[in-house]
């Protein structure tokens, strides 16, 4: 579905489009408040009230940042019930943009038939599957910027990002703070570690180091998060994981985000699928660090090298003590690995206490 002009809406052909042509009637009327729904992948799923002003603020910011105009074209391919898909609608009205919506899939590009676009908005999986195909890079590298969200971008991906032109931004922003609020280059000259919050953002931290934020996008009230981040300077931080992936096994703190990190060149020896560490509980330790591996479960030979390889990365205390696999991870509606859904469902694995 098109929308080139927002006084004259097009006629919706399925639910998701009358979806997405419903929020826009409201929003075009004068709606002053909206509800929207967190995706529930660090916790249980919520509702949010934002206001219009809110939204506002954030799509000027975004439009400013990525020097968005009046007449650009934009492809709308995250799901409009959450903030990410929202908010590319609210820029398309506020901001005078093009708008093709497609619903979410893997591909996005099944249905645009090569058109170009100046500015697209993905989660990890969509863009990796984009890159599998040469000719995808073409109408990328039309793009004036392309963003990426919704989770951590592996080494992987991130190498394939480095064959495409255009810019290509890691972002980091929630529900609460209406979409981004900090952006970090991931490919070009400009290419960073750290992310870079966006003008007017103000940042600091909590007695955790974890990561509190004012913006006119949080109605300049204080948005206090469960991310540990290395403060660099007052636009700039490092983020280290979330404060709730510490897991405590045999009075060891343990920080997931670090182990997956080291582990992340040899996890290929497994799969080339995805992965996670987790903490079960365990009668023993109290929590049990475990590895999750997208995919069909390998020879005992293979994972005795995977083992023996991460040996030289991690501390004792981080070698996971089971590795189970998973032949389909569960998502979340906005694309997310469901991690408390997988657990929660079982899986088969392979017993390595005495790792």
Not at 30 to 39: A, D, H, I, N, P
Not at 41 to 69: C, D, H, W, Y
Not at 90 to 102: H, N, S, W
Not at 118 to 141: G, R, S, Y
Request: net charge neutral; proline share 2%; charged share 25%.
């Amino acid at each position: 579905m098109d929308i080139n002009d927002f006084n004259n809406l097009p006629i919706p052909t399925n639910d998701y489009e009358q979806k997405a042509i419903d929020f826009c009637q409201k929003w075009l009327t004068g709606q002053r408040e909206f509800v929207l729904k967190t995706s529930g992948s660090t916790g249980e799923p919520k509702s949010i009230v934002l206001t219009r002003n809110q939204m506002v603020a954030s799509a000027k910011l975004t439009g400013k940042t990525f020097g968005l105009r009046a007449g650009d074209k934009a492809l709308v391919c995250l799901n409009v019930d959450y903030i990410a898909g929202i908010m590319m609608l609210v820029r398309g009205m506020e901001l005078g943009l093009k708008l093709t919506i497609v619903e979410p899939s893997g591909n996005p590009f099944q249905m645009i038939n090569n058109q170009a676009f100046d500015f697209f908005a993905f989660v990890p999986l969509q863009i990796q599957n984009l890159l599998e195909d040469e000719k995808n890079k073409t109408i990328l590298n039309c793009a004036k910027a392309i963003i990426v969200g919704g989770a951590a971008v592996n080494e992987v991906l991130e190498k394939e990002i480095q064959n495409l032109e255009v810019p290509v931004y890691s972002t980091y922003g929630m529900t609460e703070t209406v979409s981004h609020i900090a952006i970090k280059r991931m490919n070009g000259a400009n290419k960073s570690n750290n992310f870079n919050v966006l003008e007017g953002v103000k940042i600091g931290l909590d007695e955790r180091n974890c990561l509190n934020i004012v913006a006119e996008a949080s109605n300049n009230e204080l948005i206090q998060t469960n991310d540990i981040v290395e403060i660099l300077n007052e636009n700039e931080f490092k983020l280290m994981g979330r404060f709730d992936n510490i897991i405590n096994s045999g009075g060891v703190k343990i920080q997931l985000e670090k182990v997956e990190k080291l582990i992340e060149n040899e996890i290929k020896i497994l799969t080339l699928n995805r992965f996670f560490t987790y903490g079960i509980a365990d009668k023993r330790l109290g929590q049990k660090l475990v590895l999750i591996v997208e995919g069909e479960e390998v020879k005992s030979e293979i994972k005795e090298l995977f083992f023996k390889n991460i040996q030289s990365v991690l501390s004792k205390y981080e070698i996971p003590k089971d590795v189970y696999f998973v032949k389909s991870f569960i998502e979340t509606q906005t694309g997310k690995i469901d991690k408390k859904a997988i657990i929660a469902h079982g899986f088969n694995g392979l017993d390595r206490t005495n790792k």
